[in-house]
């Protein structure tokens, strides 16, 4: 089994920060793809960044210059600083990631069970 454990949400004013960490455990042999992705009431599940094992980043464009995605890939554990969080911002964020788990295996999605952050104006 893998886990996904998220941690870091809460409550902040607009213009604050937060800093999401999301540690995966269990059966791992290695780690692709990580990222975080969230959903906000009434809405799709939708990307915010993603970084691989090399640590080439992606981001939406409604986070860029304001979020940063970052790994430590010995700790199996992915980070996303938030920075002059808006309102729209707030959303459960959940973390993904695509896991191998032997060297015989493909690799597979894993999902965290998520983290609220709320952003208050």
């Known amino acids: 089994q893998v886990q996904l454990v998220e941690s870091g949400g809460g409550l902040v004013q607009a213009g604050g920060s937060l800093r999401l960490s999301c540690a995966a455990s269990?059966?791992?042999?290695?780690?692709?793809?990580m990222g975080w992705y969230r959903q906000a009431p009434g809405k799709q599940r939708e990307l915010v960044a993603t970084?691989?094992?090399?640590?080439?980043?992606n981001s939406a464009d409604s986070v860029k210059g304001r979020f940063t995605i970052s790994r430590e890939n010995a700790k199996n554990t992915v980070y996303l600083q938030m920075n002059s969080l808006k309102p729209e911002d707030t959303a459960v964020y959940y973390c993904?990631?695509?896991?191998?788990?032997?060297?015989?295996?493909?690799?597979?999605?894993?999902w965290g069970q998520g983290t609220q952050v709320t952003v208050s104006s």
């Open positions: 970084i691989t094992l090399a640590g080439t980043t």
């Open positions: 993904h990631a695509d896991v191998r788990r032997s060297v015989l295996s493909g690799y597979a999605p894993y």
């Open positions: 269990g059966s791992i042999f290695s780690i692709n793809v």
